[in-house]
């Protein structure tokens, strides 16, 4: 039997999560990335039980568990420094049967494409979806080197998802939210800290160590779209968050304006159709952008692949059955988190000075009453664990 043969565009952390898993499941993989090479990104993302154990499909999961740097106490603060709720790593693990780790995108991308085999990623390779395909005839992608026909098309290319708009030309797609985050990793200061989200008024700040040692920083701020400092971003952080309890100042003061990244927060707010139509099927944000306030869209675009590879039986010439499957697992499961994201982002991003007291007051009373209030936010999200083939299949 021929092996068939999977495109996916884009090797974000879901394009490549997703090639694996197909691989894995018996395909033959090729990822077309536009980037000229995969360059590490200046940023970090935070892996919850429910992707660490996606990624154990993939026998990656424990390789990810040994990444975990937070080890002890932490939680929620005022930018005076004052503790609204507290928790604890411990308590995380218990919860929901994992640690919670951050690490350096660009580890997670390299334990990924150690995977794949030479040449199964192809860089400076932009790529158009011509054909979406049907149950008769392949998907095509044009790409400068000439078409590619496939047995399946993954669109995994990100918020402006070019297959998404070909897919579905008269969906509004993305939204802009009003809001804007800056990230950043800098060396630790000398002064010990507990790792923290910090609510301001209108604004947050998020302070997370590394293994490596380094810290990932993080801020959310409500700006127009397209909004850019006069200066430079690390002088619009000093600005908004140079006041700021330790270890903001040390941090900014550490940072170089060139390691900053900015970008708008967009979300899918009106849900897809579907994440398929012929033989091509969306993930990550291309399928549902969310707001990055619980820390979900890598976990779930790491959870859609490995759901869709679970479906996809290589050698099945009608993949409908297959992709409408993955459709209706993962739809109704990401636009709940998108919801519970954007909830999350006004909860922690309240302007008013009156409504920002009343927040306050409210998580520190509910703290102390029911301890762990921080942790139950994740409940339906963190517990999540993927399917599992019957014995039949």
Known sequence: MEQPHAVVIGAGVGGLT?????RQSGWQVTVLERAATLEPVGAGISLAPNAQRALDVLGLGDDIRALAAWQGGGGLRAPSGRWLARTDSAAAARRFGGPLVLLHRATLAGLLTARLPAGAVRTGTPATLADPGTSGRPATVTTPHGDIAADLVVGADGISSAVRRALFPAHPGPVHTGFTTWRMIVPAPRQPFAPHETWGSGQLWGTQPLQDGRIYAYASAAAPARDRAPDDE?????RRFGTWHHPVPALLAAAGPE???RHDVHVMAEALPAYHRGRTALLG???HAMHPNLGQGGNQAIEDAVVLAHH?????RDLA??????TRDR???TMDVVRRSARAARTALLAPAP?????????????RLAPGLLLRGFDGIADWRPPARTYAA
């Open 285 to 287: 944000d291309a399928a």
């Open 331 to 333: 739809l109704p499961r």
């Open 321 to 326: 059955p297959a992709l409408a499957a993955y």
């Open 312 to 316: 996809l039986t290589p050698g099945e």
């Open 355 to 367: 409504a920002t007291a009343l927040r306050d007051g409210a998580i520190t009373a509910a703290s």
């Open 259 to 261: 390691a900053i990244l």
């Open 18 to 22: 997703a090639a694996v898993a197909l």
């Open 234 to 238: 690390k002088a619009e952080l000093l």
